[in-house]
């Protein structure tokens, strides 16, 4: 059985019809554009009865992009559990931000 982050590996390669998806990586790999960068950036926890009964990983997913018209962040946002967060440019690419829960 496949683990959470590798199914989500696989969910956000299928999105953008590439592998060029990223988790956490060190400042030594070089990006190829376009691309997803995502990060575990903390967990939400349901209780009931002093008693932890769901967790979601929420995770900061970037897409970097030289189109700044990409249809990537729109099918991001079609994702459950998604949100956007913010836009910036960087170098003359394109950085849509969202925060992800899976």
């Given amino acids: ?23 956490q990586p060190p400042e030594s790999v070089k990006l190829s554009y376009p691309c997803i960068v995502y990060e575990r950036s903390g967990i ?3 209780s009931a009865n002093n008693k932890i009964y769901r967790k979601y990983n ?3 997913v970037t897409y970097i992009d030289e ?10 946002l079609e994702l459950e559990y998604c949100g956007f967060d913010t836009h910036f440019t960087a170098d003359n690419l394109n950085h849509d931000v969202f925060t992800l829960y899976f």
Avoid at 6 to 22: A, C, F, H, M
Avoid at 67 to 76: A, G, Q, R, T, V
């Fill in 1 to 23: 059985m496949a683990k959470p982050r590798e199914t989500l590996q696989t969910l956000l390669e299928g999105l953008l019809d590439s592998r060029n998806v990223y988790y």
């Fill in 58 to 60: 929420r995770y900061t």
């Fill in 67 to 76: 189109d700044p018209d990409s249809e990537i962040p729109n099918k991001l």
């Fill in 44 to 46: 939400r926890t349901d």
